[in-house]
Nanobody, 120 residues
Framework: QVQLVESGGGLVQPGGSLRLSCAASGSIFSIYAMGWYRQVPGKQRELVAVITNGGRTNYADSVKGRFTISRDSAKNTVYLQMPSLKPEDTAVYYC??????????????WGQGTQVTVSS
């Protein structure tokens, strides 16, 4: 099992910044990628950003060029830097880890979620 613990959410004004952190522990071998998803009530959970163990990144179009995902392999931690926040970024953000390879997933793990609210 992989445990994922998120931190860094909160309330921020439009144009403000937050940095989310996700620390992985437990059976972390064979993790292929880690990333962030978000969900608002009544909508499906959507991918925000992902980073593979090779350093490859992918972003949702809505955050591309604005958010940055990074990782500290020594700390088994992934970060999501979110500058220039907009009200539409308001959501619960979930950390995700996938074991396996690019072609075959052998396990999916989720954090408990952290609320991000962008409001004046």
């Amino acid at each position: 099992q992989v445990q994922l613990v998120e931190s860094g959410g909160g309330l921020v004004q439009p144009g403000g910044s937050l940095r989310l952190s996700c620390a992985a522990s437990g059976s972390i071998f064979s993790i292929y990628a880690m990333g962030w998803y978000r969900q608002v009530p009544g909508k499906q959970r959507e991918l925000v950003a992902v980073i593979t163990n090779g350093g490859r990144t992918n972003y949702a179009d809505s955050v591309k060029g604005r958010f940055t995902i990074s990782r500290d392999s020594a700390k088994n931690t992934v970060y999501l830097q979110m500058p220039s926040l907009k009200p539409e970024d308001t959501a619960v953000y979930y950390c995700h880890a996938r074991k396996g390879t690019a072609d075959i997933a052998t396990g999916d793990y989720w954090g408990q979620g952290t609320q991000v609210t962008v409001s004046s």
